[in-house]
């Protein structure tokens, strides 16, 4: 079963920069699309970004030119930088692979918490 430890939340001014991170353990990790998703309250988990083995990303709308998604496979880890936040972005954040599955395990996420 992979394990995943998310990092690097906090609270942040609106305009300012968090960088998260993903430690995954587990085999399969360098050969999936892994994703960051992202849950605020009263709302549905939702994906923000993904990578794949290969590093070809993809971005939500809502994130687009503000958040980069990495990852280093030799070190099974997946990173979010996030530039230029905005309150909206409030949420607790997730990695897992993308698509994700029903009986996939889910990290306790990291809370990013942006103030207007």
Known sequence: QVQLVESGGGLVQAGGS????????????SIVTMGWYRQAPGKQ?????????????????SVKGRFTISRDNAKTTVYLQMNSLKPEDTAVYYC???????????GQGTLVTVSS
């Open 18 to 29: 968090l960088r998260l991170s993903c430690a995954a353990s587990g085999s399969i990790f």
């Open 45 to 61: 988990r939702q994906l923000v970004a993904s990578v794949t083995r290969a590093g070809s990303t993809n971005y939500s709308d």
């Open 96 to 106: 897992n692979r993308y698509p994700f599955r029903p009986t996939d395990y889910w």
